[in-house]
């Protein structure tokens, strides 16, 4: 019999009960909340007259509609000048208190993007099962955690049961083999990924990330990387336990300690797939041919090496693909044959649980330092995933640089990702963005995102336009 | 919470046959900040349906508000549809919408889950077959209307009933389909499971339980 895949092992470590259909009862072991897709659960809980099956695993903290601008968020809740995105947090705050669930508020340091804050916080820890009403919560997949997305109907039985009805995933590898080049960064594998397999293409499995380049990736690079399974269409991706995983958990607030640390290191070795391991499908990439990525269209797949021309849909045989072409370009106001680095980028934003992390914000600092935001650009906007990265950025001085460049340095949020707060695209914008979501209407009605990673972004608010950071050279 | 439960139905279908229909386009964020299910319905599409960000004066060239497709229950998509962001909201405003089942040659799955859970039929088929099936419809949509029998997995034009087509469903979702069932009561039957087996995870990764 074939050796076990770390997804494998993560399934059978929290399973409760498999069913004859093929389903199975599986146990939650952590589950972060939000105040967009929680609400409704609670009241669900408050009409079958519930109560949380195990409120210690339980950890909110709002980040959607949070204000990132410093004057605003200084008056709190209170302060929040929209009056839905109040509510919406008012409500979380409310909840929290009556089902006595720990909340990190909009007040507090350690607040942020409830994918920075759970690991940061060491909420999430390898081997746990980690669910969050956030399709981006496969980002835990980084610390070798079976971590997925779920709907809010979920989110109750969650709260309810501790446990869900899951089917089982087929196994899909995603190796990527050799070194990355100067200026090629997890973001721009992880799209490299997405156009490779499509934003289908991982429908029905849980990805694992494995090869020389995500071994080399440090952990926020790997939470890059993970963060964007859903984009290729698997709910979950995960990448294998190793030393950077553990020097990254060690001493955090909720990580074991002492002898419960030891016993935990040696149950955490195990996770990774073994040799003989057998997946449904793999996928190879050579680190070497991916070049720094920009999405030019309206879905995660329609993305291009920094050097490539905007498709011609007529060079498209399939009809489905070529409408959606046809639509992508007439709704990003691109020509066919359009080169890349011809795209303006009206608006820029470093942020988001993709890429809001320290590293993201060094790789962003080290490119704008002594560099001036071109004049072209409206507004340009860096917002650290958490208070606690914020800091960090701060003690290092990256926000000086920023400022002194012309960008603007905001509070922890999602910010510009999804337009729900202040943040937003305004009609026929194009933003140099470090999101994971390029959709009509994302970031703002009629907003053009165009994906990249943060160097990418700090050099696109520096030219005007997107450029290749590895080679580029201000004049 | 009490689900409409899903047996037979007849319905008209709306062809929407793109691919990567994603839950942003299903229901934008501006439309689904509340904090309860009801009145998504009016934000549903509101992108592609309205002229106006923001306004509600219909788009005339968008499929659901042409008279072809009043009271359009059922839609019909490419690959993918619903992958994006988990928000259940999109399949709240499905369901104020009318909508009651969606055929698509695939779903986003945490879209999948979601519709299970509230009363809407998620139908795949082949690419080819959705193709077929959006033919015949446009020709004339309010008299091809699509019968769908979910106990039976199977659907058919209602004017072409000999032409049958059969679909995949889970057995756990059929039966939370068709009886309308409360999911978290049936996983409170298995108490006793959950309690073992965090009596004995408890011993095995105490650092869990803090």
Partial sequence: MAGKTLYDKLWENHLVEQREDGSALIYIDRHLLHEVTSPQAFEGLRLAGRQPWRRDANLAVPDHNVPTDSAERAGGVAGIADPVSKLQVQTLDDNCEAFDIVEIDINDVRQGIVHVVGPEQGATLPGMTVVCGDSHTSTHGALGALAHGIGTSEVEHVLATQCLVQTKMKNLLVRVDGKLLPGVTAKDVALAIIGEIGTAGGTGYAIEFGGEVVRGLSMEGRMTLCNMSIEAGARMGMVAVDDVTLDYVRGRTYAPQG????????A???????????????????????????????????????DGTVP?????????????????????????????????ADKVFIGSCTNSRIEDLRAAAAVVKGRKVAASVKEALVVPGSGLVKQQAEAEGLDRIFIEAGLQWREPGCSMCLAMNADKLGPGEHCASTSNRNFEGRQGIGGRTHLVSPAMAAAAAISGHFVDVSTWEEA | MSITPFTQHTGVVAPLLRDNIDTDAIIPSREMKRVSKQGLGEGLFAAWRYTLPGGRE?????????????????????????????????????????????????????????????????????????????????????????????????????????????????????????????????????????????????????????
């Fill in chain 1, 268 to 306: 955490w070795r195990d996770l990774h797939s073994e040799e003989d391991a057998v997946f449904d499908q793999v996928v190879v990439l050579q680190g070497e041919a991916i070049r720094p990525q920009v999405t030019w269209g309206t879905s995660p797949e329609m993305v291009l090496p920094i």
């Fill in chain 1, 312 to 344: 011609d849909p007529a060079q498209i045989d399939d009809p489905t693909r070529r409408a959606a072409t046809e639509r992508a370009l007439v709704y990003m106001g691109l020509k066919a044959g359009q080169s890349i680095t011809d795209i303006p």
């Fill in chain 2, 58 to 210: 219909p788009q005339s060239d968008f499929v659901l508000n042409q008279g072809d497709y009043t009271g359009a229950s059922i839609l019909l998509a490419g690959q993918n549809f619903g992958c994006g962001s988990s928000r259940e909201h999109a399949v709240w405003a499905l369901r104020e919408f009318g909508i009651r089942a969606i055929i698509a040659s695939s779903f986003g799955s945490i879209f999948y889950n979601n519709c299970v859970r509230n009363g809407l039929l998620p139908i795949p088929l082949d690419a080819a077959q959705v193709e077929l099936l959006a033919e015949r419809v446009v020709r004339d949509p309010q008299q091809q209307r699509i019968t769908i029998d979910l106990p039976a997995q199977t659907l058919a034009l209602a004017a072409e009933p000999e032409g049958i087509l059969s679909f995949d469903i889970r057995e756990g979702d059929k039966q939370m389909l068709v009886e309308g069932l409360d999911g978290i009561a049936l996983t409170l039957k298995h108490a006793e499971a959950i309690d073992a087996f965090e009596a004995q995870d408890k011993q095995q990764r105490p650092w869990v339980y803090l």
């Fill in chain 1, 259 to 266: 002898e419960q640390w030891d016993q935990a290191v040696a």
